[in-house]
């Protein structure tokens, strides 16, 4: 198995932030890292399982979930 482990600078690209942002999350004990003498490194798969952690808003849907029908009297417009 091959482990990839990043520098700040790649991961904050790979994250679509800023590096000083991703800085701030690892001092803050936010972002799993390594500390190999000076260097912070990141295991690319540690990137993948924050992000799922992170991640906010409406829940995926899968194709057996039924979609929220709506209730009667209302129609799509919402207007009756």
Do not use: Q
């Not at 091959?2 to 700040?8: A, D």
């Not at 991640?55 to 009756?80: T, Y």
């Amino acid at each position: 198995m091959t482990t990839n482990l990043l520098g700040v600078r790649t991961a904050a690209n790979r994250l679509g932030i800023g590096k000083d942002l991703l800085y701030r999350l690892i001092a803050m004990e936010e972002f799993p890292h390594y500390k190999i003498g000076s260097r912070i490194k990141i295991l690319e798969t540690d990137i993948h399982k924050w992000l799922d952690k992170n991640k906010r808003g409406a829940r995926c849907i899968s194709d057996s979930d039924e979609i929220a029908k709506p209730k009667a009297g209302i129609s799509n417009s919402g207007i009756r």
